[in-house]
């Protein structure tokens, strides 16, 4: 038996309620962790979500932000913590982690980084750090298994850019960014799921609403499931699912999702 868990940046879980609960409905995942909520924990749809047999843990913001983890009715869920409980004040509702059946599992979403450098540039710098300096306090260096999923807002190399030159300035792929990436994944001795299975470049998740970059498959891989060795040795599988990002009023990104055994 198989435990998908899946990352999916759901850009306003209110407008996307009814593909939030199709999406359970379809893979029926012990753990979903979604992205940029738009609303506070009270205005999440914790209603339609119960009604298809899940419960969300939510930290949520007005108008921005906002990360939540889902997990069936029933799991065990325990050990919330909430931000990242350091010393700077940032009001940013962007990291949660929380421990569901005994998989320790973060939902994370990194700042986009405006342009280089700017300020929301030096923010997403600060915030990586943070991350990093966070990771271990949460059991990212445990032997318990511990999944680290989220919009990272930086594509990790050339295989997951569609067009790489258009990129290289940006902040979704300049090489700056990259090494915010790679040094906090990398020290956390953390593992990409999806390159466990596939080697193949153009593995996109997520596409600009703008000149058809869907249609044309003109995007990046900016979402991730990291697992620790503990995760990494089970997982048996990963993909993305691209239909979630076909129809009416979808988000555009794309879930991602990695099946662990046991």
């Known amino acids: 038996m198989t435990a998908r868990i899946i990352a999916w940046n759901v850009n306003s879980v209110r407008v996307r309620e009814a593909r939030l609960v199709a999406l359970l409905e379809r893979h029926k995942p012990a753990a979903l962790c ?3 909520l738009k609303c506070v924990d009270a205005d999440f749809p914790h209603a339609a979500v119960r009604a298809v047999g899940y419960e969300a843990t939510t930290f949520g913001q007005k108008t921005y932000n906002g990360v939540a983890v889902l ?5 065990e869920v325990s050990d919330v913590v909430r931000g990242f409980g350091d010393d700077v004040d940032d009001p940013q509702a962007r990291v949660l982690a929380v421990t569901v059946n005994g998989v320790r599992v973060v939902s ?4 986009n980084g405006g342009e280089l450098g700017s300020e929301k540039w030096a923010y997403k710098q600060a915030w990586y750090a943070r991350l ?3 990771l271990p306090s949460v059991g990212a260096g445990g032997d318990a298994p511990f999944v680290l999923c989220g919009d990272f807002n930086v ?3 050339e295989r997951d850019v569609a067009k790489p030159d258009n990129w290289r300035d940006g902040v979704l792929f300049h090489s700056d960014a990259r090494a915010l990436l790679h040094t906090v994944v990398q020290g956390a001795g953390l593992t990409d ?5 596939h080697a193949e470049p153009n593995l996109l998740s997520w596409w600009d609403y703008r000149n058809l970059g869907f249609q044309k498959n003109d995007g990046l891989r900016i979402d991730y499931v990291f697992a620790n060795p503990a995760a990494a040795a089970r997982c048996v599988a990963a993909g993305i699912d691209r239909d979630e990002r076909r129809g009416q009023q979808p ?3 794309a879930p991602v999702w990695a099946d662990f055994e046991g």
């Not at 997990?71 to 799991?75: D, E, Q, R, V």
């Not at 994370?108 to 700042?111: E, F, H, I, M, S």
């Not at 799921?193 to 299975?197: V, Y």
């Open 108 to 111: 994370a979403y990194v700042p």
């Open 132 to 134: 990093g300096r966070w």
């Open 71 to 75: 997990a069936p009715a029933g799991a």
């Open 155 to 157: 594509a990790w190399d």
């Open 34 to 36: 979604l992205q940029e």
């Open 193 to 197: 799921t999806l390159r466990q299975h």
């Open 251 to 253: 988000s555009d990104h």
